[in-house]
Structure formats: structure tokens, C-alpha cells
């Protein structure tokens, strides 16, 4: 083994993230993109797509508890939860810990992304078979755009806007979206960074707000996506993500998390002022 492997995710042509490798685990090519999962000197085992990092043991937490806790207790009583993307699993895993939900439907489209971290990342996968789970492999689109049925909250856990991702990121998604939501229903989508892909936000928000009548980001840290600060956007029929949010209800939950509590939940919303200036008049300020 090459004591001096290390692999580097390239930002445009201005940034570098380097991790080193401890040994490699799965390298494979999709339909739709290449798949690697990597053991890492710091950071746990790592799953990339196309060279780009979407999880590591040492922080997927973050992600995983924010995507996924802030609209579940946002929404008065989550019952059934659809994913779209989120091939890992950490998202669905942290959905079926709510004892309200009683469906979740995770759709990938890509199956290697689901088998090689089955196998290889557990800490993620290891409730894919969950008995409340139903998961399908195919087209996060498509089954927007044909089902008929309702959902109380909407997880859209996506790669950037390239790629099978790209239509993601589109109005004629989010109008179906929104037809597969429940009347008080909640999308909450991966958001992009605030110092490195704004015009992608400002363009999501524009999206957003000609479907939903409230739009929102908040935010998170991170130790391995460009920018260590990530967004999410929360776009809404009804509940407002903090001012119907009740912090008892999470401590009566009996819920524990890593990254999310209730006091973090109303402050990710708080936005540094350069953000707010920047999608000034594309977020809901109430």
C-alpha cells in the first residue's frame, strides 16, 4: 500500500480539500457517475461520487441530523416521509427514529451507491431494511411526478446540481413536489454553500418561491464540504420552521443527537449578514 495516497476534491480552480488514505474499499463506475469508498487517516471511511465527498464517518452526522430533524419536528405530526437521493442512508436512518413517521420512501437512482455502502459504510446503511422502509431504485423525477401519493414531509438529499442531479434543482420538479405534499406539508433540499455557490441558492430560492408561499435556509458546519458552512432550504404550505416549533417537543421525544438539539434548531436559521444580504427578497424573513 502507498503510504502517501491521498486523494484531492477539487473546487473549481481555486480550492483544494486533501484527505489521506488509509486503503481503498470499493471503486466503481455507475450508469451515472463513478463511486469510490475510501478508509481515511481522520476522517472514517468516505464515500465519494465523481470525486466529490458526500460522506465521512467522523462528521455525517451534521448533515444527517439537520436534513432530517428540523423539518420532522417542524411538522406537527410527520407520518409519512419520502427521501429523494440519500444513497449513504444516514438520511432515512435518522427519519425512522420518529415514532410518528410510519412510511418512509427513499428513492436513488443510483443502486451502487446503495450496495457499496451496505457494505462498506454501515454507520449509514444499517437501516435500509427497516421494516417501515420502502426503497426504490429509480428516478427521484419521475416518481414525483407520477405518484399519487401524499406526504407530510419531503427530503431531498442531493449532489450538486450536475449530473442525474441537475433536474434536482428545476421548477417542473418542484411543482410536482409540491402536488405530493400534504396540505401543511414541508420540502427540505440540500442547499449549497453560502461562500462558494450562492448564485446556485439564489437560484433555488427563485425556483422555490414561485411554488411555496414561504421560503427559508438555514445552516450547519461541517468539517469536509467546501466551505465548512452548508444550507439547506425549507420551503412550506403552512408551518413556519421556528415559530411553530416546540423545543418540548424534542426533549419528549426522547431523541438523543450528536450535531441537532432545539436551541440549535431555531438558531440555524439565523443567518450571518452577508447571506441575508445576498438573498435579500428570496427568503422569508418572519
Given at each position: 500500500?502507498?503510504?502517501?495516497?491521498?486523494?484531492e476534491?477539487?473546487?473549481?480552480?481555486f480550492l483544494?480539500?486533501?484527505f489521506k488514505?488509509?486503503?481503498?474499499?470499493?471503486s466503481?463506475?455507475?450508469?451515472?457517475?463513478s463511486?469510490d469508498?475510501?478508509?481515511?487517516?481522520?476522517?472514517g471511511?468516505?464515500?465519494?461520487?465523481?470525486?466529490?465527498?458526500?460522506?465521512?464517518?467522523?462528521?455525517?452526522?451534521?448533515?444527517?441530523?439537520?436534513?432530517?430533524h428540523?423539518?420532522?419536528?417542524?411538522?406537527?405530526?410527520?407520518?409519512?416521509?419520502?427521501?429523494?437521493?440519500?444513497?449513504?442512508?444516514g438520511?432515512?436512518r435518522?427519519?425512522l427514529?420518529?415514532?410518528?413517521?410510519?412510511?418512509?420512501?427513499m428513492?436513488?437512482?443510483?443502486?451502487?451507491?446503495?450496495?457499496a455502502?451496505?457494505?462498506?459504510?454501515p454507520?449509514?446503511?444499517?437501516?435500509?431494511?427497516?421494516e417501515?422502509l420502502?426503497?426504490?431504485?429509480?428516478?427521484?423525477?419521475?416518481?414525483?411526478?407520477?405518484?399519487?401519493?401524499?406526504f407530510?414531509?419531503?427530503i431531498?438529499d442531493?449532489?450538486?446540481?450536475?449530473?442525474?442531479a441537475?433536474?434536482?434543482?428545476g421548477?417542473?420538479?418542484?411543482?410536482d413536489?409540491?402536488?405530493?405534499?400534504?396540505?401543511?406539508?414541508?420540502?427540505?433540499?440540500?442547499?449549497?454553500?453560502?461562500w462558494y455557490?450562492?448564485d446556485?441558492?439564489?437560484?433555488l430560492?427563485?425556483?422555490?418561491?414561485?411554488?411555496?408561499?414561504?421560503s427559508?435556509?438555514?445552516?450547519?458546519?461541517?468539517?469536509?464540504?467546501?466551505?465548512?458552512l452548508?444550507?439547506?432550504?425549507?420551503?412550506?404550505?403552512?408551518?413556519?420552521?421556528?415559530?411553530?416549533?416546540?423545543?418540548?417537543?424534542v426533549?419528549?421525544?426522547g431523541?438523543?443527537?450528536?450535531?441537532?438539539n432545539?436551541?440549535?434548531?431555531?438558531?440555524?436559521?439565523a443567518?450571518?449578514?452577508?447571506?441575508?444580504?445576498?438573498?435579500?427578497g428570496?427568503?422569508?424573513?418572519?
Amino acid at each position: 500500500m502507498n503510504s502517501n495516497l491521498w486523494i484531492e476534491e477539487k473546487f473549481e480552480d481555486f480550492l483544494g480539500l486533501k484527505f489521506k488514505v488509509e486503503k481503498v474499499l470499493f471503486s466503481g463506475q455507475s450508469e451515472f457517475q463513478s463511486v469510490d469508498i475510501v478508509e481515511t487517516k481522520g476522517h472514517g471511511k468516505m464515500l465519494l461520487n465523481d470525486g466529490l465527498v458526500m460522506v465521512t464517518e467522523r462528521d455525517e452526522f451534521a448533515y444527517h441530523d439537520m436534513i432530517s430533524h428540523v423539518p420532522l419536528f417542524a411538522h406537527p405530526s410527520p407520518k409519512n416521509v419520502l427521501v429523494i437521493g440519500g444513497g449513504d442512508g444516514g438520511t432515512a436512518r435518522e427519519v425512522l427514529r420518529h415514532s410518528s413517521v410510519d412510511k418512509c420512501t427513499m428513492v436513488e437512482i443510483d443502486s451502487m451507491v446503495v450496495d457499496a455502502c451496505r457494505e462498506f459504510i454501515p454507520q449509514t446503511a444499517k437501516d435500509l431494511d427497516h421494516e417501515k422502509l420502502t426503497l426504490i431504485i429509480g428516478d427521484g423525477v419521475e416518481f414525483v411526478k407520477s405518484t399519487d401519493e401524499k406526504f407530510d414531509v419531503i427530503i431531498v438529499d442531493s449532489t450538486d446540481p450536475i449530473g442525474p442531479a441537475q433536474p434536482l434543482f428545476g421548477e417542473e420538479f418542484y411543482q410536482d413536489v409540491y402536488k405530493c405534499l400534504s396540505d401543511d406539508g414541508i420540502v427540505v433540499s440540500q442547499g449549497e454553500s453560502s461562500w462558494y455557490a450562492m448564485d446556485i441558492q439564489q437560484s433555488l430560492l427563485k425556483v422555490l418561491n414561485t411554488v411555496f408561499p414561504k421560503s427559508y435556509l438555514y445552516s450547519f458546519s461541517n468539517l469536509t464540504y467546501p466551505g465548512g458552512l452548508w444550507s439547506f432550504t425549507f420551503a412550506t404550505k403552512k408551518h413556519h420552521p421556528t415559530n411553530d416549533f416546540s423545543a418540548e417537543r424534542v426533549e419528549a421525544s426522547g431523541l438523543t443527537f450528536d450535531y441537532y438539539n432545539a436551541a440549535l434548531h431555531s438558531a440555524s436559521f439565523a443567518l450571518p449578514n452577508f447571506v441575508k444580504k445576498g438573498l435579500e427578497g428570496l427568503i422569508d424573513n418572519d
